[in-house]
Nanobody
Framework: QVQLVESGGGLVQPGGSLRLSCAAS????????MGWYRQAPGKERELVAF???????TYADSVLGRFTISRDNAKDTVYLQMNSVEPDDTAVYYC????????????WGQGTQVTVSS
């Protein structure tokens, strides 16, 4: 089991930057993937990016080239660096820890609001 706590959300102007953090309650070294998802009002939750235990990354097309996911195993923390943000990036951002067990198990944080507006 793992608890996830997100931080770093807030109001940012279009074109600006923001860094989200996700602190885990236990070591993330062996967690298969850590990811960020987002949910905008009236829309389904969608994948933003994830990073594997070996450091491989995957991004949604909509954020490719603008967002960067990283993990610091020593601090049990995952980050999402958001650059060149756009109004469509406005959403609640959730941290996810995915265990590739059978059956697979997912844990979620409580979410942090990101609002992109001038």
């Amino acid at each position: 089991q793992v608890q996830l706590v997100e931080s770093g959300g807030g109001l940012v102007q279009p074109g600006g930057s923001l860094r989200l953090s996700c602190a885990a309650s236990r070591s993330i070294f062996s967690i298969n993937t850590m990811g960020w998802y987002r949910q905008a009002p009236g829309k389904e939750r969608e994948l933003v990016a994830f990073i594997t235990s070996s450091g491989g990354t995957t991004y949604a097309d909509s954020v490719l080239g603008r967002f960067t996911i990283s993990r610091d195993n020593a601090k049990d923390t995952v980050y999402l660096q958001m650059n060149s943000v756009e109004p469509d990036d406005t959403a609640v951002y959730y941290c996810n820890a995915h265990f590739g067990t059978l059956p697979p198990v997912d844990y979620w944080g409580q979410g942090t609001q990101v609002t992109v507006s001038s």
